[in-house]
Protein backbone atom coordinates (compact mmCIF):
# COMPACT_ATOMS: atom_id res chain seq x y z
CA UNK A 1 0.00 0.00 0.00
CA UNK A 2 1.28 3.61 -0.57
CA UNK A 3 1.43 5.61 1.80
CA UNK A 4 -0.36 8.92 1.06
CA UNK A 5 -2.29 7.60 -2.34
CA UNK A 6 -5.66 7.19 -1.11
CA UNK A 7 -7.19 6.05 -3.97
CA UNK A 8 -5.81 2.51 -2.70
CA UNK A 9 -6.96 2.50 0.28
CA UNK A 10 -10.94 1.88 1.78
CA UNK A 11 -12.07 2.71 5.28
CA UNK A 12 -15.11 0.74 6.30
CA UNK A 13 -16.69 2.68 9.02
CA UNK A 14 -17.67 0.81 12.35
CA UNK A 15 -21.48 2.19 12.13
CA UNK A 16 -23.68 0.93 8.91
CA UNK A 17 -20.65 -0.76 7.27
CA UNK A 18 -20.46 1.88 4.86
CA UNK A 19 -17.08 2.37 2.79
CA UNK A 20 -15.75 5.49 2.22
CA UNK A 21 -12.16 6.94 0.35
CA UNK A 22 -10.53 8.68 2.72
CA UNK A 23 -9.08 12.26 1.15
CA UNK A 24 -5.53 11.20 2.70
CA UNK A 25 -3.50 8.98 4.23
CA UNK A 26 -0.17 8.85 6.44
CA UNK A 27 1.73 7.13 8.66
CA UNK A 28 0.69 8.15 12.34
CA UNK A 29 4.55 9.41 12.77
CA UNK A 30 4.05 11.91 9.98
CA UNK A 31 2.66 14.85 12.72
CA UNK A 32 -0.25 16.47 13.33
CA UNK A 33 -3.52 16.22 11.26
CA UNK A 34 -5.26 19.14 9.84
CA UNK A 35 -8.10 20.51 12.30
CA UNK A 36 -11.52 20.55 11.52
CA UNK A 37 -11.26 16.88 10.07
CA UNK A 38 -12.56 13.40 11.16
CA UNK A 39 -9.59 11.18 11.99
CA UNK A 40 -9.86 7.11 12.06
CA UNK A 41 -7.33 4.61 13.17
CA UNK A 42 -6.55 2.33 10.78
CA UNK A 43 -5.36 -0.47 11.43
CA UNK A 44 -3.79 -3.04 8.62
CA UNK A 45 -4.94 -6.62 7.80
CA UNK A 46 -1.39 -8.01 9.29
CA UNK A 47 -1.19 -5.78 12.53
CA UNK A 48 2.36 -4.28 11.33
CA UNK A 49 1.55 -0.47 10.96
CA UNK A 50 -1.13 1.69 12.05
CA UNK A 51 -2.48 4.38 9.66
CA UNK A 52 -4.67 7.59 9.98
CA UNK A 53 -7.21 8.92 7.41
CA UNK A 54 -8.58 12.21 7.14
CA UNK A 55 -11.67 12.90 6.29
CA UNK A 56 -13.66 15.80 5.28
CA UNK A 57 -16.70 16.57 8.15
CA UNK A 58 -18.86 16.60 5.43
CA UNK A 59 -18.41 13.10 4.52
CA UNK A 60 -19.36 11.79 8.25
CA UNK A 61 -23.04 12.49 7.12
CA UNK A 62 -22.60 9.41 4.56
CA UNK A 63 -24.47 6.90 6.50
CA UNK A 64 -27.53 8.27 5.88
CA UNK A 65 -26.68 9.65 2.48
CA UNK A 66 -28.47 7.88 -0.91
CA UNK A 67 -32.09 7.88 -1.99
CA UNK A 68 -35.03 5.78 -1.16
CA UNK A 69 -37.51 4.45 -4.06
CA UNK A 70 -40.26 7.02 -3.77
CA UNK A 71 -43.31 6.75 -2.19
CA UNK A 72 -46.11 5.18 -4.97
CA UNK A 73 -48.42 7.74 -6.22
CA UNK A 74 -51.44 5.93 -4.01
CA UNK A 75 -49.57 7.21 -0.87
CA UNK A 76 -51.78 8.63 1.51
CA UNK A 77 -50.06 11.81 2.80
CA UNK A 78 -50.66 14.09 5.72
CA UNK A 79 -49.03 17.34 6.29
CA UNK A 80 -48.38 17.93 10.34
CA UNK A 81 -47.16 20.45 12.89
CA UNK A 82 -47.84 20.44 16.25
CA UNK A 83 -51.05 20.95 16.81
CA UNK A 84 -51.52 18.66 14.57
CA UNK A 85 -50.25 15.70 16.02
CA UNK A 86 -53.07 14.22 17.56
CA UNK A 87 -54.69 14.31 14.12
CA UNK A 88 -51.16 12.44 13.11
CA UNK A 89 -52.05 9.59 15.06
CA UNK A 90 -55.76 9.32 14.69
CA UNK A 91 -54.95 8.99 11.13
CA UNK A 92 -52.45 6.32 11.12
CA UNK A 93 -54.68 4.35 13.71
CA UNK A 94 -57.71 4.01 11.47
CA UNK A 95 -54.75 3.50 8.15
CA UNK A 96 -53.76 0.92 9.78
CA UNK A 97 -56.84 -0.44 11.36
CA UNK A 98 -57.98 -0.87 7.51
CA UNK A 99 -54.93 -2.78 6.86
CA UNK A 100 -56.08 -5.25 9.64
CA UNK A 101 -52.56 -4.15 11.93
CA UNK A 102 -53.10 -6.15 15.28
CA UNK A 103 -54.13 -3.62 18.31
CA UNK A 104 -50.75 -3.91 19.71
CA UNK A 105 -48.78 -3.44 16.41
CA UNK A 106 -50.76 -0.61 15.51
CA UNK A 107 -50.07 1.34 19.24
CA UNK A 108 -46.26 0.41 17.72
CA UNK A 109 -46.76 1.76 14.93
CA UNK A 110 -48.40 5.21 15.83
CA UNK A 111 -46.01 6.02 18.60
CA UNK A 112 -42.99 5.54 15.76
CA UNK A 113 -44.50 7.92 13.93
CA UNK A 114 -45.56 10.22 16.73
CA UNK A 115 -41.92 10.24 17.69
CA UNK A 116 -40.77 10.97 13.97
CA UNK A 117 -43.08 13.32 13.72
CA UNK A 118 -42.24 15.34 17.15
CA UNK A 119 -38.61 14.84 15.61
CA UNK A 120 -39.63 17.05 12.46
CA UNK A 121 -41.51 19.66 14.61
CA UNK A 122 -38.72 20.09 17.21
CA UNK A 123 -35.19 19.67 14.60
CA UNK A 124 -37.15 19.83 11.40
CA UNK A 125 -38.37 22.81 10.69
CA UNK A 126 -41.47 22.23 12.97
CA UNK A 127 -43.08 20.56 10.66
CA UNK A 128 -43.10 17.61 8.21
CA UNK A 129 -45.29 15.33 5.69
CA UNK A 130 -46.60 11.53 6.23
CA UNK A 131 -46.97 9.43 3.68
CA UNK A 132 -48.21 5.89 3.90
CA UNK A 133 -48.52 2.84 1.99
CA UNK A 134 -48.60 -0.72 2.08
CA UNK A 135 -46.62 -3.30 -0.09
CA UNK A 136 -47.41 -6.56 0.42
CA UNK A 137 -47.27 -7.74 3.65
CA UNK A 138 -45.65 -4.64 4.74
CA UNK A 139 -47.04 -1.00 6.00
CA UNK A 140 -44.79 1.52 5.44
CA UNK A 141 -44.77 5.58 7.08
CA UNK A 142 -42.65 8.11 5.82
CA UNK A 143 -42.14 11.32 7.52
CA UNK A 144 -39.99 13.82 5.70
CA UNK A 145 -38.91 17.10 7.06
CA UNK A 146 -36.75 19.78 6.52
CA UNK A 147 -33.80 18.79 8.80
CA UNK A 148 -30.58 16.95 8.72
CA UNK A 149 -29.76 14.00 10.63
CA UNK A 150 -26.32 14.15 11.01
CA UNK A 151 -25.57 11.56 14.07
CA UNK A 152 -24.19 8.60 12.67
CA UNK A 153 -25.27 6.98 15.61
CA UNK A 154 -28.85 8.14 16.15
CA UNK A 155 -31.10 5.76 18.13
CA UNK A 156 -28.20 3.01 18.64
CA UNK A 157 -27.44 3.73 22.36
CA UNK A 158 -29.74 2.83 24.81
CA UNK A 159 -29.97 6.21 26.99
CA UNK A 160 -29.94 5.47 30.55
CA UNK A 161 -32.79 5.29 32.44
CA UNK A 162 -32.29 8.58 34.28
CA UNK A 163 -31.70 10.23 31.49
CA UNK A 164 -33.85 13.38 29.96
CA UNK A 165 -34.10 12.98 26.03
CA UNK A 166 -32.44 11.34 23.25
CA UNK A 167 -35.37 8.01 23.68
CA UNK A 168 -36.99 8.83 20.45
CA UNK A 169 -34.92 7.03 17.94
CA UNK A 170 -34.23 4.60 20.29
CA UNK A 171 -37.94 3.84 20.62
CA UNK A 172 -38.41 3.90 17.09
CA UNK A 173 -35.84 1.03 16.20
CA UNK A 174 -36.86 -1.08 18.46
CA UNK A 175 -41.18 -0.91 17.36
CA UNK A 176 -40.40 -1.33 13.48
CA UNK A 177 -39.32 -3.89 11.76
CA UNK A 178 -36.95 -1.97 10.12
CA UNK A 179 -36.29 1.53 9.85
CA UNK A 180 -34.33 3.82 7.01
CA UNK A 181 -33.31 7.24 7.32
CA UNK A 182 -31.80 9.55 4.38
CA UNK A 183 -31.01 12.62 5.30
CA UNK A 184 -29.05 15.68 3.53
CA UNK A 185 -29.01 19.37 4.17
CA UNK A 186 -31.89 19.47 1.62
CA UNK A 187 -34.04 17.77 4.38
CA UNK A 188 -34.71 13.92 5.60
CA UNK A 189 -37.03 10.73 5.47
CA UNK A 190 -37.76 8.62 8.20
CA UNK A 191 -39.24 5.26 6.25
CA UNK A 192 -40.92 2.67 8.87
CA UNK A 193 -42.10 -0.76 8.14
CA UNK A 194 -44.25 -2.42 9.61
CA UNK A 195 -45.28 -6.38 9.10
CA UNK A 196 -48.73 -6.92 8.95
CA UNK A 197 -48.27 -10.98 10.06
CA UNK B 1 -61.83 18.42 19.22
CA UNK B 2 -61.98 17.39 22.80
CA UNK B 3 -59.09 18.35 24.96
CA UNK B 4 -56.34 15.62 23.97
CA UNK B 5 -55.20 15.76 27.56
CA UNK B 6 -57.18 16.44 31.12
CA UNK B 7 -55.33 17.02 34.36
CA UNK B 8 -57.08 16.53 37.90
CA UNK B 9 -55.33 17.27 41.00
CA UNK B 10 -56.82 16.14 44.82
CA UNK B 11 -55.03 15.63 48.01
CA UNK B 12 -55.59 13.30 50.15
CA UNK B 13 -53.99 14.17 53.53
CA UNK B 14 -50.28 14.88 52.88
CA UNK B 15 -50.63 13.02 49.53
CA UNK B 16 -50.82 14.46 46.38
CA UNK B 17 -52.98 12.72 43.38
CA UNK B 18 -52.08 14.13 39.41
CA UNK B 19 -54.51 11.83 37.22
CA UNK B 20 -54.09 12.16 33.98
CA UNK B 21 -56.81 11.52 31.24
CA UNK B 22 -56.10 11.38 27.33
CA UNK B 23 -53.08 11.39 25.60
CA UNK B 24 -49.27 13.25 26.97
CA UNK B 25 -47.18 14.07 23.78
CA UNK B 26 -45.11 17.28 23.20
CA UNK B 27 -48.35 19.69 22.42
CA UNK B 28 -49.31 18.82 25.98
CA UNK B 29 -46.30 18.12 27.94
CA UNK B 30 -45.87 21.60 28.95
CA UNK B 31 -49.96 21.47 31.01
CA UNK B 32 -48.57 18.50 33.23
CA UNK B 33 -44.88 20.98 33.94
CA UNK B 34 -46.63 23.78 34.80
CA UNK B 35 -48.96 21.65 37.08
CA UNK B 36 -46.10 19.77 38.74
CA UNK B 37 -44.06 23.14 39.18
CA UNK B 38 -47.73 24.58 40.75
CA UNK B 39 -48.12 25.99 44.27
CA UNK B 40 -50.59 23.42 45.18
CA UNK B 41 -48.00 20.17 45.22
CA UNK B 42 -45.02 21.95 46.77
CA UNK B 43 -46.78 21.64 50.66
CA UNK B 44 -47.73 17.45 49.60
CA UNK B 45 -44.85 14.97 51.01
CA UNK B 46 -46.08 12.49 48.39
CA UNK B 47 -46.74 13.03 44.60
CA UNK B 48 -48.38 10.28 42.53
CA UNK B 49 -48.69 10.68 39.13
CA UNK B 50 -51.83 8.18 37.75
CA UNK B 51 -51.25 7.23 34.90
CA UNK B 52 -54.75 4.85 34.67
CA UNK B 53 -56.72 7.11 32.21
CA UNK B 54 -53.36 7.78 30.33
CA UNK B 55 -54.12 6.34 26.69
CA UNK B 56 -50.98 7.63 24.99
CA UNK B 57 -47.80 8.56 25.76
CA UNK B 58 -44.35 9.07 23.92
CA UNK B 59 -40.95 10.24 24.81
CA UNK B 60 -41.64 13.58 25.05
CA UNK B 61 -44.36 13.29 27.97
CA UNK B 62 -41.66 10.57 29.80
CA UNK B 63 -38.94 13.45 29.98
CA UNK B 64 -41.98 15.67 31.50
CA UNK B 65 -42.65 12.42 33.70
CA UNK B 66 -38.72 12.24 34.97
CA UNK B 67 -38.20 15.70 34.78
CA UNK B 68 -41.13 15.60 37.60
CA UNK B 69 -39.78 13.07 39.73
CA UNK B 70 -36.38 15.17 39.57
CA UNK B 71 -38.42 18.32 41.02
CA UNK B 72 -40.06 15.96 43.90
CA UNK B 73 -36.70 14.41 44.91
CA UNK B 74 -35.68 17.97 45.01
CA UNK B 75 -38.02 19.21 47.28
CA UNK B 76 -37.62 16.37 49.74
CA UNK B 77 -41.09 14.59 47.81
CA UNK B 78 -41.98 10.86 47.56
CA UNK B 79 -42.74 10.50 43.98
CA UNK B 80 -44.48 7.39 42.42
CA UNK B 81 -47.21 6.66 39.45
CA UNK B 82 -49.82 4.09 38.45
CA UNK B 83 -49.68 1.66 35.94
CA UNK B 84 -50.92 2.62 32.38
CA UNK B 85 -52.41 1.98 29.45
CA UNK B 86 -51.09 -1.05 27.51
CA UNK B 87 -49.26 1.41 25.59
CA UNK B 88 -48.19 3.51 28.01
CA UNK B 89 -46.79 0.54 29.93
CA UNK B 90 -45.21 -0.64 26.43
CA UNK B 91 -43.34 2.92 26.09
CA UNK B 92 -41.95 2.11 29.57
CA UNK B 93 -41.06 -1.09 29.12
CA UNK B 94 -38.74 -0.52 25.78
CA UNK B 95 -36.90 2.66 27.45
CA UNK B 96 -35.79 0.61 30.18
CA UNK B 97 -37.47 3.70 32.72
CA UNK B 98 -40.52 1.47 33.80
CA UNK B 99 -38.55 -1.12 36.18
CA UNK B 100 -36.70 2.44 37.73
CA UNK B 101 -40.30 3.82 38.34
CA UNK B 102 -41.69 3.63 41.60
CA UNK B 103 -45.14 2.28 40.79
CA UNK B 104 -48.10 1.68 42.96
CA UNK B 105 -51.34 -0.08 42.09
CA UNK B 106 -54.09 2.38 42.79
CA UNK B 107 -53.15 5.91 43.81
CA UNK B 108 -53.90 5.45 47.39
CA UNK B 109 -51.48 3.16 48.42
CA UNK B 110 -49.10 3.15 50.82
CA UNK B 111 -45.70 3.82 49.97
CA UNK B 112 -43.15 1.32 51.45
Not at chain 1, 25 to 45: A, D, K, N, T, Y
Not at chain 1, 70 to 79: D, K, L
Not at chain 2, 29 to 54: C, F, H, M, N
Request: proline residues 6%; aromatic residues 4%.
Amino acid sequence: MAVGSPENVNVVLPHAGTRIRPLRVCREEEGPLEPGFRHEVILRGDGADGFVSQMAPEETSLPFDGRLRSAPPEAQAVNFDEAGLASLRRAVTVWADEHDLRRASIEELVLAVDEIATNSIRYGGGEGTLQMWRERDVLLCEVSDRGHITDPLLGRMQPSPDSLSGRGMWIVKHLCDLVQIRSSPAGSQVRMHKKLA
Amino acid sequence: MEDPLTINLRRESDRAVVEMEGELDMANAPLLQSTIEGAELASAKTIVLDLQQLTFLDSTGLRVILSARELCWRRGQEFAVTPGSQQVQRLLSVTGVGEHLRTIAEPGEMLV
